[in-house]
């Protein structure tokens, strides 16, 4: 096993024994998964721009040197690549995404696998070090000798990342097409887990996994991540032009959730996201966001399911069954008249025991319970407490049912209160 | 309702900057502040006053670029460091800082137990009880609320002007003296001019203020605001400074009493307002402004630590999760507060050395921020402006020099 930082610094000699400079840095071509090196970067010289070898050209690496199998007078000068992954500035001592233990992790070094192909050496990246080992490499290497180091090392902590699971961050949407990083594996991480890492990052890169991701699993995230924040990854959105993106995400997101974000940008803002979503959701949220904030009708989302009183266990069944996608958290299904009167709801765990022609009038819950939108949301949280309800049923003025606020959301209520 | 709405995005905004300087520019006159200005003016009266001129205007500089920094790479000082500099130079960065800081907590519970001691109450029983409440404070997440009790209680330092005004100061001398400067080579005088140096400019309020602004969001198109609580912070922090040394020479030097052994000693600065109650008063609020810095330093030291090497950090992590951070962050606590109760140590002494310690390391971190901040691939177009540069090294120079002399000094 080779280190990164082992090989940097390194004297490089060419096939007559001539020191031609030291190792600076190393390329690694990312397409190839995982990531080969391609070049070493050696540098001659402070002011000198950095001449390039070839992985091909290298006959060996050992613990001192590095040696050619050409002459000096073959080596050119670098030119500069964007698809290639620059090992020490791009990735030493950066933070890049640990998929697996899903945090933020800083890199103290990298390990290769070496292997002789064509009698020339191959390194690929084996795996990221994040642990005690490698910071006490980087600290005492060159002031105690490589034998007591490696010593000491093997008794310390090891902990490294194998490269799989390693999401590396990069703020250039350019270079991050060419560097072929897609963010994929992260759309695999549970919302909140993903909100929590990027919660820790800096805002570009933020922006970077906001711009990468699928909407929908942006919007998950985004419903996940502190509201302070929220405002700040879509207001970067926007700012940069990218109004259409943001008005995806916020599209994609549970209309309550959407409706509290939105409640905290900038008018124009909220009108330019408003602008460039389908119709019926902007209108939708343009409801929502008239309530008060603190009323029932400012905790509630519009996303729910109302039939009418007449309808059969077996006509409803049918009916979900058809749908392309349930509510969030559904749990209740609610019964109105044909002007959307409230007139009661049903539990779905009454659902999976009632017979198909069974009523669904006569499996609702008693007693009725709803609230009115304008009411204060301690009255909701009351409610929710005293009848243990799962989900509340939200009218207006008229008695129509307008909304449901989930047990969800005063769970998070109450958390950010207390 | 939208008119409501639009109320509460400004005033979210205006909290959401007002924080950090204003929060940082207060901690900034701790325990060691206050018992190194007093003694500026007990040892020196109104000679030293020239130097907070410059030291405004040093301040307001660094504590700029520390917020622009943050706000442009929203990362932490000790971050960058990292990402720039390698582990190496980062690690003896984090030593150094640690155990500046670590005098800097000794010098808060210092000021706890020579505040109590006024009272009457042995440092035995009231050091190992703050050091108590402080870490409950911070673990259990209850900081955030008693931040605004200690910012509420940091106008005691009001005392000072009015004592000041009420001591009937020579006006002409102080004025003169702020615009002569005066140099002696000298290295009790040296020493203190470091001392002042490090007590208003810490190294350690660079990195807590860098990592303020980025946890609290303040990005670029709000940087504007930011700018302008830091210097309205940086100015209300030096008159504080002012006073202090007026006070004191008021009445200390002017006395004939030189020196300051313990906290009754430097109250008497705050006998022409408040009269025999002056030490009482005198003690509360150094007993704030001890407890204030001393729940925030080791928190901040552990943070910075932990952000440059690599270690996860969090009062929100579980100590199982965080082990290096909680670990330095009781260690530090237990250390501080618990080399004050070795029998007979100078308090005075230890809050004023810790304030030395910081101007000596100040110059380090001057160097690694002025290094960041004029890189264009780093800072964009936000990367420091000539007079910011010539400002910011000629503070470096000033105090390598001021170093080397009392190096000079102590060995000839």
């Known amino acids: ?418 | 309702m939208r008119f409501l709405r639009r109320w509460k995005f400004r005033i979210l905004i205006f909290f959401a900057v007002i924080g950090p300087g204003f929060i940082t520019a207060n901690v900034d006159n701790d325990a060691g502040g206050i018992y190194t200005y007093s003694l500026a003016g007990a040892r020196y009266g109104y000679s030293l006053l020239w130097t907070l001129i410059p030291i405004t205007i040093v301040l307001a500089v660094v504590q700029e670029m520390s917020a622009r920094l943050g706000a442009v790479t929203g990362k932490g000082l000790a971050d960058l460091i990292r990402e720039e500099f390698g582990f190496r130079i980062t690690f003896l960065m984090m030593v150094a800082l640690t155990l500046a800081n670590l005098a800097n907590v000794m010098g808060e519970f210092a000021g706890v137990a020579s505040s109590l001691q006024i009272f009457g109450i042995s440092k035995y029983l009231s050091v190992p009880a703050v050091a108590v409440f402080v870490w409950l404070l911070v673990v259990r997440g209850t900081y955030k609320t008693v931040e605004k009790v200690f910012l509420v209680a940091c106008s005691f330092y009001v005392c000072y002007i009015f004592s000041g005004i009420m001591a009937r100061p020579d006006w002409l001398v102080a004025a003169e003296s702020m615009f002569r400067p005066g140099l002696r080579l000298e290295s009790g005088h040296l020493t203190m001019l470091v001392g002042v140096m490090g007590a208003t400019v810490a190294p350690w309020m660079q990195f807590y203020l860098q990592s303020a602004i980025v946890e609290k969001g303040v990005e670029r198109r709000h940087y504007a605001g930011s700018k302008l609580e830091v210097l309205v912070g940086c100015i209300a922090s030096t008159l504080v400074a002012f006073f202090i040394v007026v006070a004191c020479a008021a009445t200390l030097y002017l006395n004939g009493r030189r020196d300051i052994a313990d906290g009754a000693d430097a109250a008497l600065a705050l006998r022409p307002l408040a009269g025999e109650y002056a030490s009482a008063l005198f003690a509360l609020g150094l007993f704030n402004a001890s407890v204030f810095a001393a729940s925030i330093l080791p928190l901040a030291t552990a943070y910075s630590v932990c952000e440059g090497l690599g270690f996860e950090a969090g009062v929100n992590k579980k100590f199982r999760e965080a082990p290096v951070f909680y670990w330095l962050y009781t260690s530090l606590i237990v250390l501080g507060a618990g080399l004050i109760l070795i029998p007979g140590i100078p308090l005075v002494q230890v809050s004023y050395l810790s304030q030395v310690a910081n101007g000596f390391l100040l110059p380090f971190v001057l160097i690694f921020m002025l290094l960041l901040i004029n890189r264009a691939d780093l800072m964009g177009e936000y990367t420091n402006s000539w007079g910011y540069n010539l400002v910011a090294r000629a503070t470096v120079a000033a105090l390598v020099l001021l170093t080397l002399a009392l190096v000079g000094l102590s060995l000839f």
């Not at chain 1, 613990?63 to 000068?77: F, Y």
């Not at chain 1, 961050?169 to 990083?181: A, W």
Request: no cysteine; hydrophobic share 45%.
């Open chain 1, 1 to 418: 096993m080779l280190y990164l930082t082992e090989i940097l610094e390194l004297p490089v000699y060419d096939v007559s024994g001539k020191k031609i400079g030291r190792v600076a840095e190393l390329a690694a071509a990312s397409a190839a998964q995982p990531p080969r090196v391609a070049q070493f970067l050696l540098k001659d010289g402070k002011d000198k721009p950095p001449l390039s070898v070839s992985l091909e050209d290298v006959s060996s690496v050992s613990a001192d040197r590095v040696r050619l199998r050409i002459s000096g007078e073959r080596v050119h000068a670098f030119q500069p690549d964007d698809s290639l992954l620059f090992l020490r500035k791009d990735l030493l001592d950066q933070q890049i995404i640990d998929v697996n233990g899903r945090k933020v992790v800083r890199v103290n070094d990298l390990s290769f696998d070496e292997k002789v192909a064509d009698s020339h050496p191959e390194l690929r990246i084996h795996a990221v070090d994040i642990g005690l080992g490698g910071a006490v490499r980087r600290l005492l290497s060159g002031v105690v000798p490589k034998p007591w180091l490696r010593k000491i090392e093997t008794r310390l902590k090891q902990s490294a990342i194998p490269w799989e699971y390693v999401d590396l961050l990069e703020s250039d949407p350019l270079r991050r097409v060419k560097l072929n990083i897609s963010h994929k594996v992260l759309a695999k991480m549970h919302p909140a887990d993903l909100a929590d890492i990027v919660e820790e990052l800096a805002p570009k890169d933020r922006h970077a996994i906001f711009t990468a991701l699928d909407s929908a699993t942006a919007a998950d995230a985004l419903s996940e991540v502190d509201p302070q924040m929220q405002v700040s990854i879509v207001e970067s959105l926007v700012d940069s032009l990218d109004t259409a993106r943001a008005a995806e995400i916020v599209d994609e997101m549970a209309p309550d959730a959407a409706a509290d974000l939105l409640a905290d940008l900038s008018e124009e803002t909220i009108s330019g996201l408003l602008h460039d979503m389908p119709r019926e959701e902007a209108e939708e949220l343009g409801e929502l966001l008239e309530f008060a904030e603190n009323s029932a009708g400012g905790l509630m989302t519009t996303d729910h399911i109302a039939l009418p009183a007449e309808a059969t266990v077996g006509d409803a069944r049918n009916l979900l069954v058809g749908l392309p996608e349930l509510p969030e958290n559904f749990n209740t299904v609610f019964l109105v008249d044909d002007v959307g009167r409230f007139l009661g709801s049903v539990p779905l765990a009454r659902f999976v025991v009632a017979s198909p022609q069974q009523k669904l009038v006569d499996l609702k819950a008693e007693p009725l319970m709803r609230v009115s939108a304008e009411a204060p949301e301690r009255d909701a949280i009351e409610l929710v407490d005293k009848y243990n309800l799962l989900a509340l049923p939200v009218v207006n003025e008229l008695d129509r049912l307008v909304g449901v606020i989930t047990v969800d959301d005063i769970v998070s209520l109450l958390r950010k209160k207390g």
